[in-house]
């Protein structure tokens, strides 16, 4: 039988509502000029006042705490480039990069995405975030459809009790943490995944490690995802 996870709070019809609206948001204006090894665009823009992600509930954090950057990943667990994202992040963010990763969830692609989300959430908050962070990366690495039995089957692998998390994730504080969530990817005009905010910057889709890693490098020279030509 099919895990069926509390619905109250997002299933009613909200997943279907963010994935018919999020092409009717305005898009802010392109800031800087980004273009990928590919030839593909980046979109990308400064973030209003009062939207960074750094105060939202439930953000998983990985990465020293100490790190001067933080970069925040808005994603879906259905979205296959946010598994890209995930994989290559995994080796470009170790210790020594002095960047923090914050996760912030944003499943817009179907109620089998909203029920994921709810379990690593609830492994963040039995657990605490390096457990939830294994999970996140477990999941996206183990072979298999969308589903909350996937998460549950990885985070058993993992010595996580998945019952338990199936409680968890059913509990109306889940869905509070995942309602701020996917509002602020809104409010950000990110209705697309995977997309991140890197100090008070919004990029749109993963552009790679190395792009990714210039704007790192930018940030630290002169606080932005570009430095001006010489």
């Known amino acids: 039988m099919a895990l069926r996870l509390n619905r109250r ?119 605490g975030d390096a457990a939830a962070y294994r999970l996140h990366v477990g999941y996206f690495d183990a072979p298999g459809r969308t589903s909350a039995e996937k998460a549950l089957a990885v985070a058993a692998s993992q010595g996580l009790d998945a019952a338990a998390l199936k409680r968890e994730a059913d509990g109306a504080a889940i869905s509070g943490i995942l309602e701020a969530q996917v509002a602020r990817a809104r409010a950000l005009s990110l209705p697309h995944t995977p997309s991140f905010v890197l100090g008070d910057f919004a990029f749109a889709g993963w552009p790679g490690a190395d792009v990714t890693e210039s704007f790192f490098a930018a940030m630290r020279r002169c606080g932005g995802l570009r430095c001006p030509s010489p």
């Open 9 to 127: 709070s997002l299933a009613a019809g909200v997943a279907a509502l963010l994935f018919m609206a999020r092409d009717a948001q305005t898009k802010p204006e392109q800031l800087f000029d980004i273009v990928t090894g590919d030839g593909d665009v980046v979109r990308n823009f400064r973030i209003g006042p009062g939207l960074s992600p750094s105060g939202l509930p439930g953000v998983i954090m990985s990465g020293p705490a100490k790190a001067d950057l933080t970069l925040y990943e808005f994603f879906d667990y259905g979205c296959p480039y946010c598994r890209t994202a995930t994989q290559e992040l995994d080796v470009l963010l170790q210790p020594g990069a002095g960047v923090r990763l914050g996760l912030v969830q944003n499943p817009i692609l179907s109620q089998r995405s909203i029920d994921v989300a709810r379990v690593v959430l609830a492994a963040a908050r039995s657990h």
